[in-house]
């Protein structure tokens, strides 16, 4: 990806993508913004480089889900896409993926959540477009249980609960969903 050409179209910035979620880049091989299909988008940027890794390191307190959409273009079996919580791995892709999700509930615990997503690259040479695209990150706060007899109001549809209803509250700023309960 010739990041400078595709980053003047880009409108949105690293921590834009994160609202608030307490996150760091990796200062060697950093994730860029690109514009991709008309959208702005996280890039992995070492495309044409061997045996590199590129990082991106989230940190909560939150007991809560944690989601983001993701597209792997790489060297299939050889270059690859991780994610780990806490030390253990939970995601590995590899090969041309198209837009995936990813949705992961963080566990109860008394200290911090480490999120590690990164791209690795082997010593081999690049495939397809030799990146990994992320956007739609999202921290939910813990799940509160609504009682019935309660109506949501969720972008003007009213949905009465004749029992309990489990919701997540969402951490990120989206100024398109309005939620009322009453």
Same mark, same amino acid.
């Given at each position: ?21 307490? /996150? $760091? ?8 913004? @690109?514009?991709? +299909? *008309?959208?702005? #988008? =996280? ?28 597209? /792997? $273009? ?8 991780? @994610?780990?919580? +806490? *030390?253990?791995? #939970? =995601? ?39 990146? @990994? ?6 921290? =939910? ?42």
């Amino acid at each position: 990806i010739d990041s400078q050409k595709i980053n003047a179209y880009a409108l949105s910035t690293f921590e834009s993508f994160f609202n608030g979620i307490n /996150v $760091s880049n990796d200062t060697t091989n950093p994730w860029i913004v @690109v514009n991709k +299909d *008309g959208e702005d #988008v =996280l890039s992995t940027n070492i495309g044409g480089k061997s045996s590199t890794t590129s990082t991106i390191t989230i940190t909560t307190d939150k007991n809560s889900e944690f989601s983001f959409d993701y597209k /792997v $273009s790489s060297e299939a079996d050889w270059d690859k896409f991780f @994610v780990k919580i +806490d *030390g253990t791995e #939970v =995601l590995v892709e590899s090969g041309d993926t198209g837009w995936k999700n990813f949705t992961y509930v963080l566990p109860e615990s008394t200290s911090s959540h480490t999120i590690t997503m990164y791209y690795s690259k082997d010593s081999s040479g690049d495939k397809l477009d030799d990146c @990994v695209l992320v956007k739609n990150i999202e921290m =939910l706060d813990e799940a509160t249980v609504i009682p019935s007899g309660v109506t949501i109001s969720y972008d003007s549809a009213d949905y009465e609960l004749t029992e309990g209803l489990t919701i997540n509250h969402n951490l990120q700023a989206n100024s398109n969903r309005k939620y009322t309960i009453s």
